[in-house]
T-cell receptor, first 110, second 115 residues
Framework: SQQGEEDPQALSIQEGENATMNCSYKTSINNLQWYRQNSGRGLVHLILIRSNEREKHSGRLRVTLDTSKKSSSLLITASRAADTASYFCATDAGGNKLVFGAGTILRVKS | DAGVIQSPRHEVTEMGQEVTLRCKPISGHDYLFWYRQTMMRGLELLIYFNNNVPIDDSGMPEDRFSAKMPNASFSTLKIQPSEPRDSAVYFC?????????????FGSGTQLSVL
């Protein structure tokens, strides 16, 4: 079963715009991670945020975590055509198991 | 490092045949995970190993599925006999210290089609 659910399912924006994707989860977590998947490829880790952190930055990526609402958001600023991909949040379901959400498909038009 | 290596990249087989998927994790990583990705069910964790020992196989759908890790640099996922509903992309991933607080490194996947 999927712990995290991303919203929206799909997002289409123009190059240069910001893209925001949201993730909601059901149970308490220790960490939340975001991954990117280009078409026909494996997932690539983007960023990890721990439950005691509220915000984290990595280049053009900004991730927030609200444990009271059991939600996280991924913001990609100044998007590029190369950002076109699917984005997944993943939560630790206890132990060493990462459970992935259904993903958001992002299309950046040039 | 070459990253996680999976083979084959594509596999087309007929129902009832045995299928073996292979994975070479990143050297030094103690954890290896097998995931399956479909449109309907998304990414599902099938099984994971720690130091070559299977720790949790609760995601393995049926007895037709089996996984082994004979040494630190090699793992297989076998389906026998295969069925059309097994068609999916199978990913192998490895991590240094576990999947919870550590990032996973994924292979490129094996696209399996069972006719």
């Amino acid at each position: 079963s999927q712990q995290g659910e991303e919203d929206p399912q799909a997002l289409s924006i123009q190059e240069g715009e910001n893209a925001t994707m949201n993730c909601s989860y059901k149970t308490s977590i220790n960490n939340l991670q975001w991954y990117r998947q280009n078409s026909g490829r494996g997932l690539v880790h983007l960023i990890l945020i721990r439950s005691n952190e509220r915000e984290k930055h990595s280049g053009r990526l900004r991730v927030t975590l609200d444990t009271s609402k059991k939600s996280s958001s991924l913001l990609i600023t100044a998007s590029r055509a190369a950002d076109t991909a699917s984005y997944f949040c993943a939560t630790d379901a206890g132990g060493n198991k990462l459970v992935f959400g259904a993903g958001t498909i992002l299309r950046v038009k040039s | 490092d070459a990253g996680v290596i999976q083979s084959p990249r594509h596999e087309v087989t007929e129902m009832g045949q045995e299928v073996t998927l292979r994975c070479k994790p990143i050297s030094g990583h103690d954890y290896l995970f097998w995931y399956r990705q479909t449109m309907m069910r998304g990414l599902e964790l099938l099984i994971y190993f720690n130091n070559n020992v299977p720790i949790d196989d609760s995601g393995m759908p049926e007895d037709r599925f089996s996984a082994k890790m004979p040494n630190a640099s090699f793992s297989t996922l076998k389906i026998q006999p295969s069925e059309p509903r097994d068609s999916a992309v199978y990913f192998c991933a490895s991590s240094l210290n576990g999947g919870g607080g550590e990032k996973l490194f994924f292979g490129s996947g094996t696209q399996l089609s069972v006719l």
